[in-house]
């Protein structure tokens, strides 16, 4: 059925305690080819503007959304379950459409530009993507969970190459999860059941790995996201650890930060993450229903949703099940929504 662009004005007030920024505190130890939607299909874009209002507004004040995209029935600017978002350096969204097997691209704006991709094991379809990336020159890393690989695109759709396949050798995976690439265009693969993080250059030529299974320092269980800052350090989300682990480009331990809570700080099943230009972290909080903010040694700055298991909503500003973070140049923060079928776009 054919819907219209609409651009809605919405005034709003979130449940008491969710959607709000907090004061700093420390942390709690305790198809296949690339298509331009054309004019008529344009129509197609579900974009929700949102009445704004800063995020650095007192303790208990909503904070509200730049805009919504989405929606749920397959249509373009529509998602089903979308589980990660990336942006490039011109400002573009790219959301990893996971359900619907394919990639959608928007503008800084919230425009729909083109999308690519659908089921199968052929260049350039997916099979349940799980994660994405692009790099500073512009290509575009998706993690083909079921298909056991890593697939480039330029910023158009267009394929370019691969590698990967199932197993627990090197520049092999048992369901790649997350994906993120550094500033000299090395990409990291976060390789779930295998517990551990696997390093290529831009060609998919393996460099190295770390990791193994385990709550130790260096290890992991059920890993999911994983960033990089500007000076290549790798950030990961251990998802099953309720945690952040910090290492150096090549895979040194260096730190880790957050325990099983809902308290500031503190995480319940992590899986999106996603560096700023000043080195401050954004985690993607699933089971608390909310995106973090902290800084790169874990001290907490603020907080998007609700705080919390079973706080979830649906209202602008709220969350369920946020599974991919990303930030731009400016340091707007994009969420995939992916139990809402939506992403929100928020200022820094």
Do not use: H
């Not at 344009?42 to 650095?56: D, G, K, Y």
């Not at 509200?64 to 490039?88: C, E, H, M, N, R």
């Not at 260049?123 to 998706?142: K, L, R, T, W």
């Amino acid at each position: 059925m054919k819907r219209t662009l609409f651009i809605m004005a919405v005034c709003f007030v979130l449940a008491a305690g969710c959607g709000k920024i907090s004061t700093p505190q420390a942390p709690n130890t305790a198809s296949a080819t690339s298509t331009p939607l054309s004019g008529a299909q344009l129509t197609q874009t579900a974009v929700m503007i949102i009445n704004s209002s800063p995020t650095n507004t007192p303790t208990d004040v909503p904070v509200a959304p730049l805009y919504i995209l989405g929606g749920s029935d397959g249509g373009a600017g529509q998602f089903s379950d979308p589980q990660g978002v990336a942006v490039d350096a011109g400002g573009n969204l790219y959301v990893l459409d996971t359900s619907n097997n394919r990639v959608q691209k928007f503008s800084g704006a919230g425009v729909f530009i083109t999308k690519w991709g659908s089921y199968g094991s052929s260049d350039g379809q997916f099979s349940n993507p799980a994660g994405i990336a692009v790099d500073s020159s512009g290509y575009v890393y998706v993690a083909d969970e079921a298909n056991y690989r890593i697939q480039k695109f330029d910023g158009s759709g267009a394929y370019i190459t691969q590698w990967g396949s199932q197993g627990s050798g090197d520049m092999q995976f048992s369901y790649p999860n997350g994906v993120a690439a550094d500033n000299s265009g090395n990409v990291f693969v976060v390789d779930l059941n295998n517990s551990r993080v696997q390093k290529f250059d831009s060609s998919g030529t393996y460099i190295t790995q770390w990791g193994a299974s385990g709550n130790n320092n260096g290890e992991f269980y059920f890993p999911g996201g994983v960033a990089v800052d500007t000076n290549g350090n790798v950030y990961v989300a251990d998802s099953g650890n309720n945690r952040i682990q910090k290492f150096s480009n090549t895979g040194a331990y260096m730190s880790q930060f957050g325990v099983l809570g809902s308290a500031n700080g503190q995480f319940s099943y992590p899986v999106g993450a996603a560096v700023d230009s000043g080195g401050n972290v954004y985690v993607a909080d699933k089971s608390n229903s909310r995106v973090q903010k902290l800084s790169n040694t874990g001290t907490y700055i603020s907080k998007w949703g609700c705080s919390g298991p079973g706080n979830s909503g649906n209202t602008a500003g709220q969350f369920s099940y946020p599974a991919g973070v990303a930030v731009d140049a400016s340091g707007n923060i994009y969420v995939a929504d992916s139990g809402n079928n939506r992403v929100q776009k928020f200022k820094p």
